[in-house]
């Protein structure tokens, strides 16, 4: 008989040992997949923890997913702390990555380093993601991996720099563009990342390109082929309007029973269903009687 998800995910908490970095490198190897949600808060972290999955990025999607920004492009680094001290508070096991936000690393390494040892000292993240593997956030990821602290990189579609791309739009589409994608990856590779995300790339592209990355990659939109998966937790939650990527597949549709719960309770108000006699706190009745001579 299979088990109750509930019960996987109780052990899952109990006996496991924290997600390092040996411990991926192991899971790559072993061809075991490597699971990797992003989350924001303390719940969203208490969620990804109960599930048992091994790496927690405190994305700079979290500008558009609970602050309410129409990009990842103005959402500043210490709005970020704020969200991975709660994603810090919350976990226990996986590897927590903290999402080095646009603006915050492209202007010189000593920018880079200083910010990204924000997200260690102030935040608890155990590594921080840069997008992009141009020359310049090569550089900056070998100058952070330098200071000690270890960086995911990510390639393909990548969000911040998406209106330089043309869009949101998938990359490697052509000889070219696959080249490139291949030459960013390869080049942060070379830099020292311990691993990397592929976003929004052909899935044939991703399987090529597997055979010269040593390092963990987790495909988001780039195919079956890759070491692990990354979804963001409100897109596979469904807490959003509209369905998202091709990419996402959804496992729950968290926004419509949030607005049926206050639905329900505002029309319980309205009506008076709420609060009910059990949801009232009782005093004795020789104390209310003293109290109301007091009032009098
Ligand atoms: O910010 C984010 O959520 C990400 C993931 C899509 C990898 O970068």
Request: net charge negative.
């Amino acid at each position: 008989m299979s088990s109750h998800p509930s019960q996987i995910s109780a052990t899952a908490t109990v006996d496991r040992l924290p997600v390092t970095l040996p411990r991926l490198a192991e899971m790559k190897r072993l061809g075991e997949a490597i699971v990797m949600v992003t989350a924001y808060d303390f719940p969203s972290a208490r969620a990804a923890e109960a599930a048992g999955v091994d790496i927690v990025l405190v994305g700079d999607s979290g500008a558009m997913t609970v602050l309410g920004y129409p990009s990842t492009v103005a959402v500043e680094l210490d709005e970020l702390l704020v969200l991975a001290r709660a994603v810090r508070r919350g976990l226990r096991t996986p590897f927590l990555v903290g999402d080095m936000p646009f603006g915050s690393y492209e202007v010189s390494d000593e920018q880079a380093i200083t910010n990204a040892l924000r997200f260690v000292k102030e935040a608890g993240c155990d590594a921080v993601k840069l997008e992009g593997g141009g020359a310049a956030s090569s550089a900056r990821a070998r100058a952070i991996v330098g200071a000690g602290i270890p960086v995911m990189g990510h390639v393909g579609l990548t969000p911040q720099t998406a209106t330089a791309l043309g869009g949101y739009r998938a990359q490697g589409r052509t000889a070219d563009a696959a080249a490139r994608v291949a030459a960013d990856a390869l080049a942060l590779q070379e830099a020292g990342c311990f691993a990397i995300v592929f976003e929004a790339i052909p899935s044939d592209v991703a399987e090529l390109l597997m055979a010269r990355i040593e390092v963990p990659v987790i495909g988001i939109g780039a195919g079956p082929a890759t070491d692990g998966q990354v979804l963001v937790f409100h897109d596979l939650l469904g807490i959003r309007d509209g369905l998202g990527a091709r990419f996402v597949k959804r496992y729950a549709n968290l926004q419509d029973e949030m607005a049926a719960g206050v639905a329900a309770f505002a029309d319980d108000v309205r009506t008076h269903r709420y609060p009910a006699p059990e949801h009232g706190y009782a005093i004795d009745a020789q104390e209310l009687s003293s109290f109301r001579d007091r009032l009098t």
